[in-house]
């Protein structure tokens, strides 16, 4: 009754055969999980550039309370 001592082999295993998510080139130590620093950086880009996307959904927000805040000022002139 010994217990099962292959998950950190199998865990290294894994991590050697990992490809690097940019070129799909087996992944290499100094860059994991890229296979070179340029497939690193190329994927720091890509995260930036989604990130600056987020100032759009804010500017559609700032479009609907534009809309309540005319809705605001129908109802003042009611009164
Ligand atoms: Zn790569």
Not at 2 to 11: H, L
Not at 30 to 38: N, Y
Not at 52 to 75: I, S, W
Request: aromatic share 4%; proline share 6%; hydrophobic share 35%.
């Amino acid at each position: 009754m010994r217990a099962k001592v292959t998950s950190i082999e199998t865990a290294r295993k894994l991590a050697k055969a990992s490809k690097c998510p940019q070129c799909s080139a087996p992944s290499l130590k100094p860059h994991t999980p890229f296979c070179s620093r340029r497939c690193s950086q190329l994927d720091l880009g890509r995260w930036l550039n989604e990130s600056y996307r987020v100032p759009a959904h804010e500017a559609q927000d700032d479009a609907d309370l534009d809309a309540m805040l005319a809705e605001a000022d129908k109802d003042t002139d009611l009164s």
